[in-house]
């Protein structure tokens, strides 16, 4: 299964924009590229996802490298209910949601 | 509102003693799934259900049961045989178990287990 890596922690000021990178260099032509962010003691909430295009939705934009092989999650204005951690994750119409990997993420911390 | 209530939020049972925790949902999905969570890692998968009356181990199925008699209800049971089940325990659906269905989660039970 190809894999992300993210950084594990990153700090942004409030009100600011957030860049929150992820690399996924083995990523195969029929994987989608999804990000969940996870709030201190709740469930994980589904972000954006996207395929080979930016993307843009009420809670971010997604920005996909034109390889593909890398990927970013913009925050455009950070506020302090944006602190949480932030999962990449790639998924396909070729494996189940079973197969997915939710690893470490990147632990987002806003500063007042 | 749709969405996966999970109860109770916080759970505490002596060693030696099953425990269900609760998953039901109401947004019609076909798949569902339960996860564990320990403090400060991922998410691991227990057990997941495609359909009505069929469910398959996960990652980390030893000393969990679960059922799914019903579409809207996934219950995950800890028996005594599980090692280590003080974690947090995240149920989640979603409209197919095709990989680019998104998950939605409940809001997790916190099992404590001395």
């Known amino acids: 299964d190809a894999k992300t890596t993210q950084p594990n922690s990153m700090e942004s000021n409030e009100e600011e924009p957030v860049h929150l990178p992820c690399n996924h260099s083995?990523?195969?032509?029929?994987?989608?590229i999804h990000w969940y962010r996870q709030l201190p003691s709740q469930g994980p909430e589904y972000v954006i996802h996207g395929l080979t295009s930016n993307v843009n939705n009420r809670m971010a934009s997604l920005a996909i490298a034109e390889d593909r092989k890398s990927s970013t999650l913009i925050l455009h204005r950070a506020t302090l209910r944006d602190a949480a951690v932030y999962y990449c994750i790639l998924t396909s119409y070729n494996f189940g949601n079973e197969k997915l990997t939710f690893g470490t993420g990147t632990r987002l911390t806003i500063i007042p | 509102d749709g969405g996966i209530t999970q109860s109770p939020k916080y759970l505490f049972r002596k060693e030696g003693q099953n425990v269900t925790l609760s998953c039901e949902q109401n947004?019609?999905?076909?798949?569902m799934y339960w996860y564990r969570q320990d403090p400060g890692q991922g998410l691991r998968l227990i057990y997941y259900?495609?359909?009505?009356?069929?469910?398959q181990k996960g990652d980390i199925a030893e000393g969990y049961s679960v059922s799914r008699e019903k579409k809207e209800s996934f219950p995950l049971t800890v028996t005594s045989a599980q090692k280590n089940p003080t974690a947090f325990y995240l149920c989640?659906?979603?409209?197919?178990?095709?990989?680019?269905?998104?998950?939605?989660f409940g809001n997790g039970t916190r099992l404590t287990v001395t």
């Open positions: 083995t990523i195969s032509g029929t994987d989608y």
């Open positions: 259900s495609q359909i009505v009356n069929d469910f």
């Open positions: 947004l019609n999905h076909d798949a």
């Open positions: 989640a659906s979603s409209p197919s178990g095709t990989g680019i269905s998104p998950l939605h």
